[in-house]
């Protein structure tokens, strides 16, 4: 490669998958197009398990916030078995939403949920946060809604390959009408979708118990990271006529040198 084009390359990618078989994602920036076939075969070269390199070529757009991803190089057949914190999730991302980036998220939710809870875990996706639950907690039951079939099918797989197919119900279609079929209130409710889960609080937040915690998402700048999520979630309880206590406030992920994915923890207070 041209010697001014290496301080361009990019230094870090994602991976998903196991130590068997894994695929790359890379992020390349404009000049490096005539070069990423070149970049894309160093990699599987210097990590022997990666067998697929991918580009991302959009944002994440549409009902299933899916982003395209091109093949570079490698394998065409980009389904892997992702393992992490002693689970195991099969998926193939060309298809599905999954970041391996929220491996410490999920752990992190997991480990606040008390035992005995009734958890419902909305835009559940391949069922990450259902299953990372349900490891850790033997008597917690979870449903799982996913509006994508693809992600809907590998949910049910996974909850088979995990072994807590017993706690965890699987549900496919849109949140506003699957959620409003469940006729009854949980304990935590998991709202994973940073960008338009705000739309979907008047769902939520009449499912959630007196004392039940809902784990608010949210895209934030980086001099207000709290502020419109309190905002808008004081707003849902306030149209419901109940109170809210916000009891934890996180930041997840950088998405941008201004913009951070938020968590906010809200519990409903008694009325």
Not at 157 to 184: F, M, Q, S, T, W
Not at 245 to 254: I, K, L
Not at 261 to 270: E, T, Y
Request: glycine share 6%.
């Amino acid at each position: 490669m041209p010697d001014h084009l290496i301080d361009i390359v990019p230094r870090s990618f994602d991976v998903i998958g196991s130590k068997q078989k894994a695929v790359a994602i890379v992020e390349f920036p404009e000049g490096l197009e005539g070069h990423r076939k070149l970049i894309a075969e160093a990699i599987m070269r210097v990590q022997r398990n990666i067998v697929s390199v991918l580009a991302k070529s959009s944002a994440r757009e549409g009902e299933f916030r899916t982003r395209e991803l091109d093949l570079i190089a490698g394998d065409p057949d980009t389904e892997v078995l992702h393992k992490e914190s002693r689970c195991v999730y099969r998926l193939d991302p060309r298809t599905v939403y999954f970041s391996p980036r929220e491996s410490m998220e999920r752990i992190r939710i997991a480990s606040a949920v008390k035992d005995g809870e009734e958890v419902l875990v909305m835009f559940s996706g391949v069922g990450p946060f259902p299953i990372c639950i349900a490891k850790r907690h033997g008597d917690v039951r979870a449903t799982a809604v996913e509006l994508n079939p693809h992600a809907h099918n590998y949910c049910i797989e996974n909850v088979h390959l995990n072994r807590v197919a017993d706690r965890i119900e699987p549900l496919l279609g849109d949140v506003r009408v699957v959620c409003k079929r469940l006729y009854r209130r949980y304990d935590r409710i998991l709202m994973p979708l940073p960008k338009g889960a705000y739309k979907f609080l008047d769902i939520a937040v009449p499912l959630l118990k007196d004392g039940g915690v809902l784990n608010f998402y949210h895209w934030a700048p980086a001099d207000d990271l709290y502020g419109e999520a309190e905002s808008l979630v004081s707003q849902a309880f306030v149209r419901e006529g109940r109170g809210v206590e916000f009891v934890d406030h996180v930041r997840v992920s950088q998405y941008s040198p201004r913009y951070w994915k938020v968590r906010i923890d809200a519990k409903a207070r008694p009325t």
